[in-house]
């Protein structure tokens, strides 16, 4: 097989997989993993796909990123009908990890002014927390990230460690069959630590977010206890999230 027949072959089977290891490109490509990592630098580089750890994801399913002054305005219709959704079920004495995601602050602007336990990495968030005077908040330490204003890093992550809340609430960058997704593996680790401490895990994401992979993985889809969207998804990926275990929350329902 000439060289760019195997680039054309690889960037095929990125773009449909969505993302893949380096040993399964490998097999499928009857050559050995230095090559594969040689051809994924090239292909990378001439922006086919992008490079993750031990494999490639497709350049057509990840999630556009941006800064939280542009997420804080990015679909808010979208995000107020999930907000709506969230304290349905949610007792008012709850304990809660509270993400940095813009979908969460959503949620906390749509809460009641009640006696929980907020624990949250984000600024903002604990900015908005501190105008209800029946809730307690805890703001976890560690080093501020100025453009997205959270707080990450060793010391954020070791005390999410010391909680063990009712709930975690979050937002993701993109969520598939494959797992939950973020831009930066400074939020993500974060992120990572909330799910594996809180009880029941929530994640919140609108339909722009679903059916995509993102840089970083967070976990499995089984690690989540519900998903919480605006418009019901398609019928096979419904099928993906019972398959998981994960409950479906739809706003418009």
Known sequence: MLIEERLAKIQKIVNKQKSISMEALAEQVSVSKDTIRRDLIRLEKEGHLKRTHGGAISVQSEATIYDYAQRIVKHPKKK???????????????????????????????????????????LSHALLLAQMDQTKITVLPGQLHKQQLFLFGAETVAKVG?????????????????????HTEEEGQVKRRMIQQGKQVIALADQTKLNKTGLFKICELTEIDCLVT??????????????????????DE
């Open 80 to 122: 107020q009908a999930i907000a709506q959704k969230v304290w349905a079920n949610i007792p008012k004495q709850a304990s809660i990890f509270f993400d940095s995601s813009t979908t969460v602050e959503a949620a906390i602007r749509a809460m009641e002014n009640s006696p929980i336990h907020a624990i949250t990495n984000s």
């Open 162 to 182: 010391e909680f063990a809340p009712d709930y975690t609430l979050l937002g993701v960058f993109a969520l598939s069959e494959q797992g939950l997704f973020i």
């Open 230 to 251: 605006d418009t019901r998804p398609d019928e096979k990926f419904c099928e993906q999230l019972a398959q998981a275990g994960v409950t479906l929350i739809v706003a």
